[in-house]
């Protein structure tokens, strides 16, 4: 296919190289657009060519299957832009989709701007943890939102203030092909140092409790009624339980670690039987936090 866009685009990406987990075959395509301009002659194409597609933000909530997807992933990491609204009152920060949680947290923190830290430890991209609702230490990305500009199938841009928007524990009402271009977030000014403290404790803390060592998805099931899923697998006794390469964490049990050559088949069916074991022994149904794209149930 004659591709007129600027930005790179590769046919057949291995998922597994684009995703945390690091499993996952193939995609249709991954287009990275260069600028706005770029992502709406993308989404022409598509259209016209009547493509499949949806967004790849970070790629650390999804599990692509071993099969892969015949959809194109648009991912916008290129789009890197931000700037401030300062007034007395507050600053708010308008900040594209693609930017990446950390950096920008740590970009902020530079100029005094904090509010985020408890978020420092999500490894996603702006658009992504919006799309998920993602949150860590008491706080979700929805709590600091106060707007949205997304594009979505027809070309048309949008925007939704905050009151617009039904976030709720880990959902938001966008879809994956709507692309979240631009968000605007409440930031607050504090001391530079008070800051990097804090966003260092908190990444000691996540050291302790998290399998960072190893790739994942992070927690791979929904907390439920604010239990959060870990007590049920714990209890279940299925803490390194393992199936291939792919290991319930000893350290963390919602993480399934890979802990080499993991397929996307092993971790499924890790995630099936976690599953069937929580239900027979402790009643409760786990749902996934985590994506599964390309599965066919
Ligand atoms: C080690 C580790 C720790 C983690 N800790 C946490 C945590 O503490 N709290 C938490 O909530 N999550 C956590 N996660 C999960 C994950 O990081 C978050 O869900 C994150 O917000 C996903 O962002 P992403 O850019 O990687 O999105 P992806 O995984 O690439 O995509 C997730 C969803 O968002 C959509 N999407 C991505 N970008 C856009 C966009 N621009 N516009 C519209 N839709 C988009 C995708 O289509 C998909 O539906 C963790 C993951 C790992 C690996």
Same mark, same amino acid.
């Given at each position: 296919m004659a591709w007129k866009i600027?930005?790179?685009?590769?046919?057949?990406p291995k998922m597994k190289e684009y995703t945390s987990m690091r499993v996952g075959g193939p995609a249709r395509y991954l287009v990275f657009p260069r600028d706005e301009s770029d992502l709406l002659e993308t989404l022409k194409i598509f259209e016209n060519e009547g493509i499949k597609w949806r967004m790849l933000g970070n790629g650390t909530n999804v599990i692509v299957s071993d099969s892969g997807i015949n959809e194109a992933l648009i991912k916008i990491t290129d789009l890197k832009h931000f700037s401030l609204i300062e007034s007395k009152k507050e600053v708010v920060l308008r900040v594209s989709g693609g930017y990446s949680l950390k950096d920008l947290i740590l970009e902020m923190a530079k100029i005094g701007l904090g509010g985020l830290e408890n978020l420092y430890s999500i490894p996603g991209t702006v658009g992504g943890a919006i799309k998920m609702n993602a949150g860590s230490f008491g706080l979700s990305i929805?709590?600091?939102?106060?707007?949205?500009?997304?594009?979505?199938?027809?070309?048309?841009?949008?925007?939704?203030?905050?009151?617009?928007?039904?976030?709720?524990?880990?959902?938001?009402?966008?879809l994956s092909n709507m692309c979240i271009i631009e968000a605007e977030l409440l930031l607050l000014?504090? /001391?530079? *140092?008070?800051?990097?403290?804090? &966003?260092?404790?908190?990444?000691? =803390? %996540?050291?302790?409790?998290?399998?960072? +060592?190893?790739?994942?998805?992070?927690?791979?099931?929904?907390?439920?009624?604010?239990?959060?899923?870990?007590?049920?697998?714990?209890r279940a006794g299925l803490k390194g339980l393992r199936i291939g390469d792919a290991c319930v964490s000893e350290k963390h049990p919602n993480f399934i670690v890979n802990l080499g050559e993991a397929?996307?088949? /092993?971790? *499924?069916?890790?995630?099936?039987? &976690?599953?069937?074991?929580?239900? =027979? %022994?402790?009643?409760?149904?786990?749902? +996934?936090?985590?994506?599964?794209?390309?599965f066919d149930d």
């Open positions: 600027r930005g790179r685009v590769i046919e057949n929805g709590d600091v939102v106060r707007k949205v500009t997304y594009v979505s199938s027809d070309l048309s841009r949008k925007e939704l203030r905050r009151e617009e928007i039904d976030f709720s524990y880990r959902h938001s009402p966008f000014r504090k /001391d530079k *140092k008070r800051i990097m403290a804090e &966003i260092e404790r908190l990444s000691e =803390e %996540r050291k302790k409790r998290h399998p960072l +060592e190893f790739p994942s998805a992070g927690s791979i099931f929904k907390a439920v009624n604010g239990v959060p899923a870990w007590r049920y697998i714990e397929k996307a088949s /092993d971790v *499924k069916s890790l995630i099936d039987k &976690i599953k069937k074991e929580v239900f =027979e %022994r402790e009643g409760v149904v786990l749902e +996934e936090e985590v994506e599964l794209w390309g």
